[in-house]
């Protein structure tokens, strides 16, 4: 199967190579995918020259208006303590400047163009060709000193560096044709973000014309949701005719470096048919075989090797209902020198709805058998589910969100229990006065019942209660956050818990750029049949200062007390930061750190310092 994987790639590129000299879709359609939008964030690309990337240099966007508190108002459920006396639930109060990074781009982000038509904000024009490129760049130097128990630090002692440089590059053509490239590395001597020290975040090459794309490097096909809803580290190519796409996938699933070790090949087929958004028909192949390259392996090692087939349909006979199906087979060989290692299984989903401006209904089921196996789609294996939704916005003050979805899993009827899962769901948020329009409430209920068909396996239920208040009045915002967790098992009563939090914020903007502000979070968790209680309390305070519009400066406090039934501890922080903008392009920043932590019995201590001098630059 790998020499095949790799002989059908070959195949494939000189297919598509062969139909036309770029691949791509138009930037309407793209933008408009119904898979380029969901679950990535927008496009990192703007021509206009006062615009950052958001995702690359968070820091050269303009202040938002808004007071700008980094609060997680997410409810977790803390860990049991008695398996683990430091695992406990964290929130940052704040991000200091000198930590404040985007996230590493995910490969499944595709190089959008979302300029406007027609318009020529460029650093080039030849012979009906624009030109548009751009260069950010990110470099640090910082200092680590560590004294006392360093191995209970989370950081290493030395002097460390890190640099990323995002580039940028678009060539577009008058009659819509275009190339697009989009590289992204990051180098540091710090092994703990950066295991290598060296990492591609993302290497593109987009090339596309008004019917066709072919994409190298990092790129997101667009499948079935049980086909393919992941990245590819290859190429991919579609081909528009006039009432049908053909588009094609082949390479490696490799999200880190290590994967391609042991790669994982992949390989795609899309066929798909439409007159206009009233039906639209596809069928997608998608094939996967865990490679076995590294020097260690050898054929008497089983290889998995897997094929999905599906046929997917999207109706909208209304403007307001539609309907969104698909039908799934896999077969799966989990080793190639065993018949019996083979298996099959099916899936299906089916989902209907009607939409109007304040109210959506939609209502459906999905099935994923147990044999069913779908390595890069989203499938619900060995579960059947039935789940019905409505939102309804009432009017400018009230909107609701209603969900119930009821699952069972062990569709083989295998030798273990069968589980069932209730999950009922409510959400209304309210905004009370047209005169304070900042003000907002909301509230989310979502009880949980899981219990098993054979008595005496498993009868659990888990209840959450979330309350939450914003309101900003004059040169004040306030937040406010309420939530209780009850967890009741009736097998085993030593589970039963309860867990109370409530939080506070409070911001003064005394002056247009200058802010202060304190909060305080405290959280109980209460074991109530094992007996005992785990209490966490975190108080911060801080403020930010600007000074001739280009330099900020900002000073955060932190303090942290854990108190679990095991061994107790205080974290204490401190952050000074000061930025200096010397132009709309260009950041300086300084920053110091500094961190105690003590815990209880003579468990240890340590301290750690942190100096960092960071430059951003856009060119």
Excluded: C
């Excluded at 138009?26 to 380029?36: C, E, L, P, T």
């Excluded at 400047?97 to 080039?124: F, G, K, Q, T, W």
């Excluded at 959400?427 to 907002?440: A, C």
């Amino acid at each position: 199967m790998r020499h095949s994987a790799r002989k059908h790639l070959l195949l494939l590129a000189v297919f598509l190579l062969f139909i036309g000299s770029g691949f791509t879709a138009g930037s309407n359609d793209q933008s408009k995918g119904r898979k380029a939008t969901r679950q990535r964030p927008d496009s990192s690309y703007s021509a206009d020259t006062n615009y950052f990337n958001p995702l690359a240099i968070p820091e050269l966007r303009p202040p938002p208006e808004q007071p700008a508190l980094v609060i997680d108002t997410g409810v977790t459920t803390a860990a049991d303590p008695r398996f683990g006396s430091f695992n406990s639930s964290h929130r940052e109060l704040f991000i200091p400047a000198s930590e404040l990074r985007p996230p590493a781009p995910a490969m499944s982000i595709p190089v959008l163009d979302r300029r406007e038509p027609n318009r020529y904000d460029l650093n080039e024009w030849e012979e009906g060709r624009i030109f548009s490129s751009n260069l950010y760049t990110d470099s640090s130097f910082y200092a680590t000193r560590v004294n006392g128990d360093k191995h209970l630090s989370s950081r290493d002692q030395g002097e460390f560096y890190e640099t990323n440089y995002r580039y940028e590059l678009f060539s577009t053509k008058q009659n819509g044709d275009s190339l697009a490239l989009n590289l992204d590395t990051t180098y540091t001597n710090d092994r703990r973000p950066y295991r290598h020290g060296f990492t591609v975040n993302q290497a593109t090459i987009d090339s596309r014309t008004r019917r066709s794309r072919l994409v190298l490097g990092h790129a997101f096909p667009e499948m079935s949701e049980f086909s393919m809803t992941q990245s590819v580290l290859g190429f991919y190519g579609m081909q528009k005719f006039d009432y049908t796409n053909v588009s094609g996938f082949s390479g490696y699933y490799a999200n880190e470096r290590e994967d391609l070790d042991n790669p994982r090949y992949i390989a795609g087929f899309r066929l798909e048919h439409s007159r206009d958004n009233s039906l639209k028909l596809g069928f997608n192949v998608v094939g996967t075989e865990d490679g076995r390259d590294n020097a260690a392996s050898s054929d008497e090692l089983p290889s998995m090797t897997n094929r999905v087939y599906s046929l997917d349909i999207n109706m909208r006979p209304t403007e307001n209902i539609f309907v969104d199906a698909e039908i799934a087979q896999s077969d799966t060989n989990y080793d190639k020198r065993d018949g019996p290692g083979e298996q099959k299984g099916d899936a299906y989903r089916f989902k209907t709805g009607y939409e109007r401006e304040n109210y959506n209904i939609e209502a459906g089921f999905e099935q994923g058998d147990t044999a069913f196996i779908s390595p890069l789609g989203m499938t619900p294996r060995d579960e059947r589910a039935y789940y019905a939704r409505l939102y309804y916005e009432l009017n400018r003050y009230i909107s609701t969100r209603l969900s119930q979805r009821i699952a069972r899993d062990n569709l083989a009827n295998y030798q273990r229990s069968t589980i069932y899962r209730e999950q009922p769901e409510m959400q209304v948020t309210v905004r009370p006065s047209e005169y304070y329009k900042n003000m907002r409430v909301d509230f989310h209920y979502q009880p949980l019942h899981e219990y098993s068909d054979q008595k005496g396996f498993m009868d659990r239920y888990r209840d959450l209660l979330w309350l939450e208040f914003n309101h900003r009045a004059g040169q004040f915002a306030y937040y406010a956050g309420l939530s209780q967790t009850i967890d009741k098992d009736d097998v085993n009563v030593l589970n039963d818990r309860d867990i109370l939090r409530y939080d506070f914020t409070l911001t003064w903007e005394y002056d247009r750029l200058k802010k202060v502000y304190s909060s305080y979070s405290h959280e109980k968790l209460n074991y109530k049949r094992a007996g005992g209680m785990d209490e966490t309390t975190w108080i911060g305070f801080g403020g930010s200062s600007r000074f001739h519009e280009n330099i900020l400066v900002s000073l955060d406090y932190m303090r942290e007390n854990v108190d679990p039934i095991t061994t107790s501890s205080n974290h204490d922080r401190i952050n000074l930061s000061l930025t200096r903008e010397y132009s709309a392009t260009a950041r300086l920043i300084i920053d110091l750190e500094g961190n105690r932590s003590s815990y209880s019995n003579n468990n240890g201590e340590f301290d750690d310092y942190t100096a960092r001098l960071r430059y951003l630059k856009a060119y």
